[in-house]
Structure formats: C-alpha cells, structure tokens
C-alpha cells in the first residue's frame, strides 16, 4: 500500500536505536487510544493471538452484567421482545458494513464449520450436472471436513479436490485458475489463509469462478476485522465467518454467514429449523422458510454469547477498516523488518507474503525448534503468540490493541530465548490446545 515513506525511515531508525523508532511510531499511530477500550490486567504481556481469541472489549464486560442481570435475570422471557430475536440479523448487519455487504445479507448463527456446511451443499444443488469443489491445501482443515460432510450427504456424486500449494505461504492461484472449468459447481477457499496469512484477491477469483458459471465461497475467519472487504464490489456468493477472532466476540461466539440477496431466495438451508421458519411463533407443522437471509437460522441462537460479539464490532466499525489496515501493513511489515535484522541470523524463516497486498493480519515464523520456543515465549516471557505444525510461530497483529512496542518487544524476547536456549526444556512437550 502507501506506507512506503513511513517504513523506510523506520528501517533506517531500527538499525541504530530499535527502541526510540517503535516509540515514536506509537506517538504518530491514530488508532492508539483503542487500546485502552480494551481490558488489559497486565501491562507487560504481550499477546499475539488476537487472530485465535480477540481480547476482550471493556465495553462487553458491563453488557454481560446488563445482559445476564437485565435482560434475562428482570426481563426474563420477555427480553425476546426486547432485542433478542433479531439480534441475529441486527448484529449480523453491523458485521455487514465491515466486510461490504448489504443490510439483509448477514446473519450471526452457529459456528463457522457449520455454516460451510449449509452454504456449500445448498450450493452444490443449484449447480446440478457440475460434480467438482475446489479448494486448496492452505484452507483450515475443519473447513475440508466440513465439505467432505457435505459430498458424503449429497450421495458421493461430487469430488473435492483439494489444489496444493508450491510452497505452503501462497495461494495457488495458476493452479485454481487453470482447474476452473465447467464441471466446477463450486470454488471456496479461506480468504486470507489460516498459517501463512496468505491473502487472496477476491475479486479476481471471484470473476474467473462467474466466468465458468461456478458459485464462490469464502471463508472470512482471518478477514473479518482484520482487512478490508468488500462482498459486494467483488459480486460474492456466499461467505462465512468467525466473530472470535478479530471481531473479539469472545470465546465460542456464534460464527456469521453471508447469502447475496439476489440468491437467498433460491437457496435452501438443508439444516432448517424453525428460527428461519416464515411464521415460527404459528407453529405451522409444514416448513416455509422466511424469503430473507434469516432462513439460514436453524435453532435457537446462544443470546448471551450473540449479544457480546457487539461491542467489538462497535469499536471496529468506529476505526475504520481502512485504518485497521493501513496500521496492520506497517506493523506486519514491522515485524518483518525486525525478523530479517534479528531473527533470521538466529534461524527463523518468514512463513508468511512479504508482499504487504497479499498478506493478513498475522506474521508465521517457521524455526525448526518453534514448539519448544513458542512454549518458552509463553510460559517465561509474558508473549502469547500460537504454534501451527510442523513449525510455524504465528504472531498475530489486531490493530486496535498492538503497539509498535509490543512487536518490537516480542521480537526481543523471541531474540532471548533463542540465544538463551531457554526453549530447550520444552520441545517434545505440546499442550492440547497450541
Ligand atoms: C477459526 C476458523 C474456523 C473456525 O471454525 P469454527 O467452526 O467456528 O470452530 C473456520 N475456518 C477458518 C478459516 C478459521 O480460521
């Protein structure tokens, strides 16, 4: 993008005092004051896995009282009538206005590997006579179980193939775009991609899917809050995403899903329930779903959960995706700055695009030994980062809460353990959750 300017004058103030140049990007960073809307009980540790669970706006902490006391404890049943039944479509249209998409073409509903699930085999059966899915090999797993669900409902009739990428960072966008053809019912694939950050450009994928009458599917997980997208400029079909991560909605938050209008009403949702029912309070015994993006709801929505991804989205919506992502590009870009002075001469390799356009919101940092250091990272230095196999650290960037100073720390304390040894006591000894 146009940090051009910005980032070579800190790459020459890195190699003589790192510590004055993260201050002053800090001093000229409009989005600082952010961080303060968020809860944060200690000030030294440094936590890069907003991309896995978002931190927790302090706004959220007094809804959870208001909506736990209020709303369920006084209001009671009665609080149905009081916000919570369109909550789902209310919150969804906030999340909406930060990916591009239209008021009515988003809801909040069950977890992201369930949505996929409903999306792609109601896709599949409008394209009928067209039996392949194509994906890539960069796509979250639970996203490909979910599809091999879906060709296993519909009878087998369709195959996945799953297009690898040369190097496990980019996208194999030749490939894709060589496979496209008019056998594909439908291209979906993780929008920016789980381990490497890779991102794809969706317009042109997009088109190339249209031109061989193929529908497109995007996972939003990584993307939602984190860069700026536009559904509707790009002609999407369907997306899906998580409202934990970068939205910080909180641990297990409902995930949102999105139909563009024109197609919702010739979509079918094969998990119908009676949330997406025309009338659900008639309690017909014949299903006749609602001709909107509701009738992607199937049961009842978790309230207390569903009302707390608002807050976060809130303070999204108040920064501006364009300026989450002018200040995600120069701290990646940061990061990657400070890997290639310090952390490559140490044996870190960069798992991620160095080029700014085609990179998300997190940094991957391939070391042969990155289980035992992100372990070392987190149980002895105060730095949350995660760790995808085989060797990936993954630094995770959520613009609203990460200073310069915090990477440039990270950095540093990643510098020490290495050097230190420290993460010797820790290899072979992985936790469930990494
Ligand atoms: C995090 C993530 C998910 C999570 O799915 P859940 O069903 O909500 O657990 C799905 N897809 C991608 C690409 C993700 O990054």
Redesign the pocket.
Known sequence: MNSGGDDRGSRATVMTSPIESASELDAKDPLAGFRRRFLIDDPELIYLDG??LGRLPAATVELVESAVKEQWGKGLIRSWNDGWFEAPERIGDKIGRLIGARSGEVVVA???????FKLALTALKQRPGRSRILTDDL??P??LY?LTGVVEALGDRHSLEVVPSADGINGPVEEIRARLDERTALLTL?H???KSGYLYDMVALTRAAHEVGALVLW????SAGAVPVDLEAARADLA???S??YLNGGP?AP?FLYVRRDLQESLTNPLPGWMGQLNPFAFELSYQPVADVRRFLTGTPPILSLLMIEPGVDLLLEAGMRRVREKSIRQTGYLIELWRQLLAPLGFSLNSPENAPRRGSHVSLGHSEGLGIDLALIREMKVIPDFRQPDNIRLGIAPLYISFSDIQQAVWRLHEVVERGLHRRYLGNAPVVT
């Open positions: 991309n896995s069950d977890s992201t590997t369930v949505n996929l796509n979250f639970s996203d979910s993780s920016v991609t789980f996972d939003l997980s990584h899906v995403g998580c934990y991560k297990g995930a």
